[in-house]
């Protein structure tokens, strides 16, 4: 079975320094896997994904994730925080015999002055 | 973002009342979703719909009804509800295609609903 598990719960950084969320998973082939963000009373954004191409992801608003099948992780970075990048981040898997994605407990991200 | 559009944002109702949610999507999608994201738990996935067949419950109350006429369309219908159904209600949609693939799915903004 797939499952994922982002180990922190909360993140705090200054705005200008880098941002590391990170995100472990479990999957008895390739994954399918995302990385979700969730401002202040909004819906889901998609940040970005990886399906099984290039194992560095870009994705919007200058976040980036590596997928690192030997550590089974797919941590999220960003190399300077912005204000704006305050908010819950989820890292998802896709389950391929469920059909559903797996989503972590997420992680707030605190971005300070 | 406005692929996925909710409706209301917020909703505040009595145990014995009957609301209903709704979600539209402008994606072109076929596949549409309703998660429930409470406090403190991750997203629970309640309800999916595939070329508006429902394929998925996960065992929810029947208090949640869900309803998809076609495919850019989806609702929860709500009767009786309790206070610990107040939660935030997302709806997402995305393309499935042959073999059951993924895929990635577009949330909308979500239905605050509280439960009095």
């Known amino acids: 079975a797939q499952s994922v598990t982002q180990l922190d719960s909360h993140v705090s950084v200054s705005e200008g320094t880098p941002v590391l969320l990170r995100c472990n998973y479990s999957?008895?082939?390739?994954?399918?896997l995302f990385w979700y963000v969730q401002h202040p009373n909004k819906g889901l954004q998609l940040l970005l994904k990886y399906t099984s191409a290039a194992t560095l992801v870009k994705g919007i608003n200058g976040f980036e994730a590596e997928f690192k099948k030997s550590e089974t992780s797919f941590h999220l970075t960003k190399p300077s925080a912005h204000m704006s990048d305050a908010a819950e981040y989820f890292c998802v898997v896709f389950s391929g015999n469920t059909g559903k994605l797996i989503f972590g407990q997420g992680t707030t991200l605190q971005v300070k002055p | 973002e406005t692929g996925v559009t909710q409706t209301p944002r917020h909703l505040v109702m009595g145990m014995t009342n009957k609301k209903s949610l709704k979600c539209e999507q402008h994606?072109?999608?076929?596949?549409m979703y309703w998660y429930k994201q409470s406090a403190k738990k991750p997203l629970e996935l309640m309800f999916v719909?595939?070329?508006?067949?429902?394929?998925e419950n996960n065992s929810v109350p029947s208090r949640f009804s869900p309803e998809c006429p076609n495919s850019s369309h989806l609702f929860l219908h709500l009767h009786t509800l309790q206070p610990e159904d107040s939660a935030l209600y997302l709806c997402?949609?995305?393309?499935?295609?042959?073999?059951?693939?993924?895929?990635?799915?577009?949330f909308g903004p979500g239905t605050r609903l509280t439960v009095l």
């Open positions: 719909y595939s070329l508006e067949e429902r394929v």
């Open positions: 999957s008895s082939y390739s994954p399918s």
């Open positions: 994606l072109g999608h076929n596949a």
């Open positions: 997402a949609s995305s393309q499935v295609v042959g073999g059951g693939g993924l895929y990635t799915q577009y």
